[in-house]
DNA sequence: GTATAATTGAAAATGATTTTCAATTTCATA
DNA sequence: TATGAAATTGAAAATCATTTTCAATTATAC
């Protein structure tokens, strides 16, 4: 946590930016927590101990330490902006569970791999990529989306 | 064509649903665009010709269309609903160019299977996926986001 | 044709995100 | 450590896509 908190540090400086308190507790709250949080999930977990931390400073640090590259946007279609912890964490996929909402995060190099040659193929030049499976988790088996 | 109008008014009568002007309108003004088209954008379309249908309606029907298996959803990461076309349209992935906006339809029988043993593997039944690769076209070779 | 249930368009509501702005705070420099 | 320019803050308002409301209209089964 400390290696990430000079990162943002070190990005806000950069980029002419304050260190803030209101900065720093929000950096904090997002690290704390490993679930993909959304901004107002993040607000209503700070307010609890820092009541006068506005929702657009939250809204907006969020914006700096996803520029600071400590967070990665996820999307797990329900049209909310999700982030997930990007530094220590190795890019990975999701499985997505119609029924219960819960997500696994998983790896495969031989599908990495796959999606490089099939961009290149294209002439394409990737950068990054996303995959998402959705479907229905061990314990969801059998049901359906409306059961939940 | 007709046989997607077909499959539209079985779809309405199916749930009880009035097959009406508007709807056709709607509907046919999809058909016609290959685009991955947003709710707004169809509505300036049909605006030209039909300034007397209304947003709302749509909107409305643009659910009924994916109800009636013609369309799904596909998210460029830009915040907004698009549809394309399902309806004689095999599954597909993206490539996604962050300079221009072009996207290019890819698919790739070994990234599917592996996809499907990958789910398999923690006991995941997937019900679909969506795979979108970001970066840059052949032609935006070297561009970066900002010089659009 | 008639009854009735669904549909329509306009406008308002919603909900997440983003901006505005006056007051406050940070921090490089003195 | 003080100072002042520049950045930041929180509250409220604005934005923007999406969704709902509602009274008037329309489709369709009989």
Redesign the interface.
Known sequence: MQKEIELFRDGLKKNNLKVTRQRLRVLEAFLKTEKHVSCDELYRLIRGEHPEIGYATVYRTLKLIQEAGLAR?V?F?D?VLRLEHEYGHKHH?H?I??ACGKF?E?F?P??EA??EK??KK?????????????????KC?GKSASCV
């Open positions: 946007e999307d279609g049209k996929d499985l569970c119609l696994f998983v495969d031989d599908i796959l999606q099939l961009a294209q002439n394409f030049t990737p950068v990054r990529h996303k995959m998402d499976i959705f479907g229905y988790c061990q088996q």
